[in-house]
């Protein structure tokens, strides 16, 4: 069955740092969604993107972070100059319309 | 702005019985999902449902939307079963559009 990957599982940066996360969402899924989870906390909606263009944000996604598809199959999620509260799980998701699919999700810690 | 409760917090149960986790949800949607997490982070879609029921294996979905209210349960339980369900739910603007997720329920079944 198809999968989404996300690169690397786990990255260890320093505070200011910028960090990019990357995601192979499924081939032929359209729509394409970056969510975090900070330790012991829900899962939050960061951003969608949908033909080539943020369709969607959240509060959280301030100019800090950005997101691209640099290619026809990566879809990554930068964070500049990051900061400790940026600690936590990306999962990158993509969807086709029947739901969607989550990576296994890039640990992020700033130290 | 959608807010999803999940009920109880935590649950224990023994091998082999019948567990029942609640979901409810304040605003309209277009459908609900129940996904799977596991210790490592990695999330697993399990159902999406807009409404009635759904069976996959020992796993069952109900859905209310009168009520807007929805139960996962798991028929004869085995300690795989451990993990976080959570629900979440997208609205009214389509399928494709976000997840805003409850807060999950830790499970764990014990042998």
């Known amino acids: 069955e198809p999968e989404v990957t996300q690169t690397p599982s786990h990255q260890v940066t320093q505070m200011g740092q910028e960090v990019i996360l990357r995601c192979v969402p499924i081939s032929n899924h359209l729509y394409f969604y970056w969510y975090r989870q900070i330790l012991g906390q829900k899962v939050e909606f960061l951003v969608s993107f949908y033909n080539n263009e943020i369709s969607e944000k959240s509060e959280i996604f301030d100019d800090q972070f950005s997101v691209e598809r640099p290619d026809g199959s990566n879809f990554t999620l930068k964070i500049r100059s990051t900061k400790l509260e940026d600690s936590a799980m990306y999962f990158c998701?993509?969807?086709?319309?029947?739901?969607?699919?989550f990576g296994n999700g890039t640990r992020l810690t700033v130290t | 702005k959608n807010e999803v409760e999940q009920s109880p917090q935590n649950l224990t149960a023994q091998e082999g019985e019948f567990i029942t986790i609640n979901c409810s949800y304040s605003?309209?949607?277009?459908?609900l999902h129940w996904l799977q997490q596991h210790p490592g982070g990695g999330i697993v879609s399990l159902f999406m449902?807009?409404?009635g029921k759904k069976k996959h294996g020992r796993l069952i979905a109900t859905i209310n939307i009168q009520e807007k209210h929805s139960s996962l349960h798991i028929t004869a339980s085995h300690p795989r079963d451990s993990a976080v369900y959570i629900c979440?739910?997208?609205?009214?603007?389509?399928?494709?559009?976000?997840?805003?997720f409850g807060k999950g329920i830790t499970l764990s079944v014990r042998p």
């Open positions: 979440a739910v997208t609205a009214y603007t389509g399928a494709n559009s976000k997840l805003t």
């Open positions: 998701a993509s969807s086709g319309g029947t739901g969607p699919h």
């Open positions: 449902l807009s409404s």
């Open positions: 605003v309209g949607i277009s459908a």
